[in-house]
């Protein structure tokens, strides 16, 4: 209990330093907002209203606190390009990037661990080396070139299914592999060195001297083992995709974060800007101190260190 | 065990094939990369173009040539920074511990845990899209990982008792730390350095495909890949090549990395 009470007190308080870092990043360091956001061939009337809108009149340090007042009640501010509140805008876009970094993550555990088991009990087999061949393959392909061949060949080529836009849970397939190959590839390297590791235990001899069935051996008793360091690279790989989905909205034309976000850099809406970088750390932190939970649970062993 | 310098030479073959080019690009290339040509525009591969054409006649393989000096420069130089900054830090870290060695630890893990895509993206914000930017962005995503792996090692050695010898004799702790420990830590930090190579690669094209890196005409394979995407379809070649060279030279560099780690053992 005490580990949860320190990793929640942590978790607070690198929020709290993000949150700053960024407010300061985009609000502080570049001078003038305002000249940020209208150019410096601005008109010097709406520089000075933009000024007001934005509170650039106030010290930093108020503003700073005023916001944050802001992010804790759940009022991220207005958006300056879209003149909407940003709450919303954020709301919409998250469940599209979740769906996709969730199905991503999943669909690369399905591919990896039947495939890092296979090469882990045929050791030295044609399998393996083909495997492993395949494995850096995958490591090596950009994402979003992996997704422009998906299109190519499952929406144009066999029209299994749509090309891009997100109407359905069907426009989430292409993405999500074209995400969970790369990362389907560095799993299966870890589900196998753990699998190897685990089944050179003595637990393991035990259990196949006593006549245990192979599938048993290996899916009951030693996968269980393999799975605390399966489970962490998964999470590390989860909370990755929460900020990192961006490249494949943008191939696909998902409305998620990722594009919400990118367009906010481009046009330099600072307080869009804010509240998604905001938002998507504390998504990631909350997922990190999620993963070490399911950690904790995987492996008793952690629970006494 | 012979076989195991396989991936590193396989690797260093795959890097040479693309880099060769590349370096040929800053003298000589079949055609002028950036000059369109509109009567010979979306020409599949022929012995003139050996890549094809994209849609504004531009010779791909010359294009490709050329997109390999942005590619691999804003790489070396954001992994040489990164390496730089962070393998000094690391190594202060390692060899006195203590405070400072928390303190720094702590401000890198944080650094770490947050998407180095979001980093870039602020970096956009502020400071617009460009070479500069996506160079700042891939570099202090490196300082942390170089933090890291150069810290352990370092923590490591400074417990071997060559070290406790070499502070008996009255060395000062920069000779140490120079002359002593980081000889025997170079291995670990050059198999990271082509770790990162292989990532930075990655990075670069991704933020290029973004339209947030080089700017045109400057061709970047990212870049050419964004400017593609359209017209796939009609002409896969203007795809494919630029994929494959990133695909290529990031194979080759993740393999020298295995194969250093191999012989390392």
Same mark, same amino acid.
């Given at each position: 209990?005490?580990?949860?009470?320190?990793?929640? !007190?942590?978790?607070?308080?690198?929020?709290?330093?993000?949150?700053?870092?960024?407010?300061?990043?985009?609000?502080?360091?570049?001078?003038?907002?305002?000249?940020?956001?209208?150019?410096?061939?601005? /008109?010097?009337?709406?520089?000075?209203?933009?000024?007001?809108?934005?509170?650039? #009149?106030? #010290?930093?340090?108020?503003?700073?606190?005023?916001?944050?007042?802001?992010?804790?009640?759940?009022?991220?501010?207005?958006?300056?390009? %879209?003149?909407?509140?940003?709450?919303?805008? !954020? *709301?919409?876009?998250?469940?599209?990037?979740?769906?996709?970094?969730?199905?991503?993550?999943?669909?690369?555990?399905? !591919?990896?661990?039947?495939?890092? !088991?296979?090469?882990?009990?045929?050791?030295?087999?044609?399998?393996?080396?083909?495997?492993?061949?395949?494995?850096?393959?995958?490591?090596?392909?950009?994402?979003?070139?992996?997704?422009?061949?998906?299109?190519?060949?499952?929406?144009?080529?066999?029209?299994?299914?749509?090309?891009?836009?997100?109407?359905?849970?069907?426009?989430?397939?292409?993405?999500?592999?074209?995400?969970?190959?790369?990362?389907?590839?560095?799993?299966?390297?870890?589900? *196998?060195?753990?699998?190897?590791?685990?089944?050179?235990? /003595? %637990?393991?001899?035990?259990?196949?001297?006593?006549?245990?069935?192979?599938?048993?051996?290996?899916?009951?008793?030693?996968?269980?083992?393999?799975?605390?360091?399966?489970?962490?690279?998964?999470?590390? #790989?989860?909370?990755?995709?929460?900020?990192?989905?961006?490249?494949?909205?943008?191939?696909?034309?998902?409305?998620?974060?990722?594009?919400?976000?990118?367009?906010?850099?481009?046009?330099?809406?600072?307080?869009?800007?804010?509240?998604?970088?905001?938002?998507?750390?504390?998504?990631?932190?909350?997922?990190?101190?999620?993963?070490?939970?399911?950690?904790?649970?995987?492996?008793?062993?952690?629970?006494?260190? | +065990?012979?076989?195991?310098?396989?991936?590193?030479?396989?690797?260093?073959?795959?890097?040479?094939?693309?880099?060769?080019?590349?370096?040929?690009?800053?003298?000589?290339?079949?055609? $002028?990369?950036?000059?369109?040509?509109? $009567?010979?525009?979306?020409?599949?591969?022929?012995?003139?173009?050996?890549?094809?054409? $994209?849609?504004?006649?531009?010779?791909?393989?010359?294009?490709? +040539?050329?997109?390999?000096?942005?590619?691999?420069?804003?790489?070396?130089?954001?992994?040489?920074?990164?390496?730089?900054?962070?393998?000094?830090?690391?190594?202060?870290?390692?060899?006195?511990?203590?405070?400072?060695?928390?303190?720094? +630890?702590?401000?890198?893990?944080?650094?770490?845990?947050?998407?180095?895509?979001?980093?870039?993206?602020?970096?956009?914000?502020?400071?617009?899209?460009?070479?500069?930017?996506?160079?700042?962005?891939?570099?202090?995503?490196?300082?942390?990982?170089?933090?890291?792996?150069?810290?352990?090692?370092? +923590?490591?050695?400074?417990?071997?008792?060559?070290?406790?010898?070499?502070?008996?004799?009255?060395?000062? $702790?920069?000779?140490?730390?120079?002359?002593?420990?980081?000889?025997?830590?170079?291995?670990?930090?050059?198999?990271?350095?082509?770790?990162?190579?292989?990532?930075?690669?990655?990075?670069?094209?991704?933020?290029?495909?973004?339209?947030?890196?080089?700017?045109?005409?400057?061709?970047?394979?990212?870049?050419?890949?964004?400017?593609?995407?359209?017209?796939?379809?009609?002409?896969?070649?203007?795809?494919?090549?630029?994929?494959?060279?990133?695909?290529?030279?990031?194979?080759?560099?993740?393999?020298?990395?295995?194969?250093?780690?191999?012989?390392?053992?």
């Amino acid at each position: 209990m005490r580990y949860l009470r320190d990793r929640i !007190i942590s978790l607070v308080v690198t929020l709290f330093l993000i949150s700053a870092v960024t407010f300061f990043t985009v609000n502080v360091l570049p001078g003038d907002p305002a000249i940020l956001i209208l150019g410096t061939e601005g /008109d010097p009337e709406r520089l000075d209203s933009l000024r007001q809108e934005l509170g650039l #009149h106030q #010290h930093a340090l108020v503003r700073f606190t005023d916001w944050l007042r802001g992010l804790l009640s759940g009022n991220l501010g207005r958006s300056i390009r %879209y003149s909407v509140e940003i709450g919303p805008l !954020i *709301r919409n876009a998250l469940p599209v990037t979740l769906l996709l970094a969730v199905a991503s993550v999943g669909l690369a555990l399905l !591919i990896s661990i039947p495939i890092g !088991i296979g090469c882990a009990v045929r050791q030295g087999s044609f399998l393996e080396t083909v495997s492993l061949l395949l494995t850096q393959l995958g490591m090596a392909l950009p994402s979003f070139w992996l997704g422009f061949l998906l299109i190519h060949l499952f929406a144009l080529e066999l029209g299994l299914l749509p090309p891009a836009g997100f109407s359905s849970g069907a426009s989430l397939i292409l993405p999500a592999l074209a995400l969970a190959i790369p990362r389907a590839a560095v799993l299966t390297r870890v589900v *196998r060195s753990s699998m190897i590791d685990t089944l050179s235990q /003595d %637990y393991i001899r035990t259990a196949r001297s006593k006549g245990l069935p192979q599938h048993l051996v290996l899916y009951k008793h030693a996968l269980k083992n393999a799975a605390v360091s399966i489970a962490s690279v998964a999470g590390v #790989h989860l909370t990755q995709l929460l900020g990192g989905t961006i490249v494949i909205e943008q191939v696909f034309g998902l409305p998620g974060l990722g594009q919400l976000l990118l367009a906010a850099a481009l046009q330099r809406d600072l307080p869009l800007v804010q509240g998604l970088v905001v938002i998507s750390a504390a998504l990631i932190l909350m997922v990190n101190f999620g993963v070490d939970l399911v950690l904790l649970g995987l492996d008793p062993r952690l629970r006494y260190e | +065990m012979r076989q195991g310098n396989m991936p590193l030479w396989i690797g260093v073959f795959f890097i040479a094939v693309v880099a060769i080019p590349t370096i040929i690009s800053f003298f000589y290339t079949p055609f $002028d990369p950036v000059v369109m040509e509109i $009567d010979v525009r979306l020409q599949p591969p022929s012995s003139a173009h050996w890549f094809g054409t $994209d849609q504004y006649g531009r010779d791909l393989f010359s294009r490709i +040539m050329v997109g390999g000096q942005t590619s691999l420069t804003i790489s070396a130089l954001a992994v040489g920074t990164g390496m730089l900054i962070g393998g000094t830090l690391g190594a202060f870290s390692g060899y006195y511990g203590k405070r400072t060695d928390e303190l720094l +630890m702590r401000i890198a893990e944080a650094f770490h845990s947050f998407p180095s895509i979001l980093l870039a993206l602020l970096a956009v914000t502020i400071l617009g899209p460009g070479q500069r930017t996506v160079l700042a962005a891939i570099a202090i995503a490196n300082i942390p990982v170089f933090m890291k792996i150069t810290r352990a090692s370092f +923590m490591q050695q400074s417990k071997f008792e060559y070290v406790l010898a070499a502070q008996a004799l009255g060395a000062s $702790d920069w000779r140490i730390i120079t002359r002593h420990i980081l000889p025997n830590s170079v291995r670990v930090i050059l198999v990271q350095a082509s770790a990162s190579f292989a990532g930075a690669l990655l990075a670069e094209a991704s933020l290029s495909y973004l339209g947030l890196g080089v700017q045109p005409p400057q061709p970047s394979w990212g870049r050419m890949l964004r400017e593609v995407q359209s017209i796939g379809d009609m002409a896969p070649w203007t795809v494919i090549f630029p994929g494959i060279a990133i695909a290529l030279i990031v194979l080759g560099f993740n393999l020298m990395a295995d194969g250093m780690r191999i012989k390392g053992k």
